[in-house]
Antibody
Framework: QVQLQQWGAGLLRPSETLSLTCAVYGGSFSGYYWNWIRQPPGKGLEWIGDINHRGSTEYSPSLKGRVTISVDTSQNRYSLNLNSVTAADTAVYYC??????????WGQGTMVTVSS | IQMTQSPSSLSASVGDRVTITCRTSQGIGSYLNWYQQKPGKAPKLLIYAASSLQSGVPSRFSGSGSGTDFTLTISNLQPEDFATYYCQQSYSTPLTFGGGTKVEI
């Protein structure tokens, strides 16, 4: 079955760039939206943005200008870049598949801490 | 689209029937999903399109509603159901989540 595996740096200094990658195993990359969602410690879920296999993106207005989501269909993976991070960006970051009918497949999550 | 989920927490017992509500700031048809999250784990999709049960999810979970008012019902609450539940609208971007409901013993 389809699995998502994500990785990236877990500790950043303020003003650095957060970079995470999510690889899709066991299924097609085409025909789906691929999301990034985050969850600050002890808080709720926040949608960051998504991308489809054609590279068309949508971003949260609250992060627009700092966020870029890109796709590499040849390797069945997609990536998140968030620049100029602050402590407010400290969160568990998840990749997840799906939009309209919900996200039924999620990555394992990556804890990213921003601290000087 | 703003999501108002209530209550933020509730206490219940095994065997109880639990109802969680989600209200949206504008009509979203049936583009409403429900998730369950346990500590340290990724959310799990329970209900999509307001009332469709995700494959593998027990039938004690049910969803209803359309437009702006939605409900998640857990009948015959089981020990493994103690968790936090979130609603999400997928009608338009940015996708948004409710604030969560923690179901405690």
């Amino acid at each position: 079955q389809v699995q998502l595996q994500q990785w990236g740096a877990g500790l950043l200094r303020p003003s650095e760039t957060l970079s995470l990658t999510c690889a899709v195993y066991g299924g097609s990359f085409s025909g789906y939206y691929w999301n990034w969602i985050r969850q600050p410690p002890g808080k709720g879920l926040e949608w960051i943005g998504d991308i489809n296999h054609r590279g068309s993106t949508e971003y949260s207005p609250s992060l627009k200008g700092r966020v870029t989501i890109s796709v590499d269909t040849s390797q069945n993976r997609y990536s998140l870049n968030l620049n100029s991070v602050t402590a407010a960006d400290t969160a568990v970051y998840y990749c997840a598949r799906g939009r309209g009918p919900g996200s039924s497949i999620w990555g394992q999550g990556t804890m990213v801490t921003v601290s000087s | 689209i703003q999501m108002t989920q209530s209550p933020s927490s509730l206490s219940a017992s095994v065997g109880d029937r639990v109802t969680i509500t989600c209200r949206t700031s504008q009509g979203i048809g049936s583009y409403l999903n429900w998730y369950q999250q346990k500590p340290g784990k990724a959310p799990k999709l329970l209900i999509y399109a307001a009332s469709s049960l995700q494959s593998g999810v027990p039938s004690r979970f049910s969803g209803s509603g359309s437009g702006t008012d939605f409900t998640l019902t857990i009948s015959n609450l089981q020990p493994e159901d103690f968790a936090t539940y979130y609603c999400q609208q997928s009608y338009s971007t940015p996708l948004t989540f409710g604030g969560g409901t923690k179901v405690e013993i």
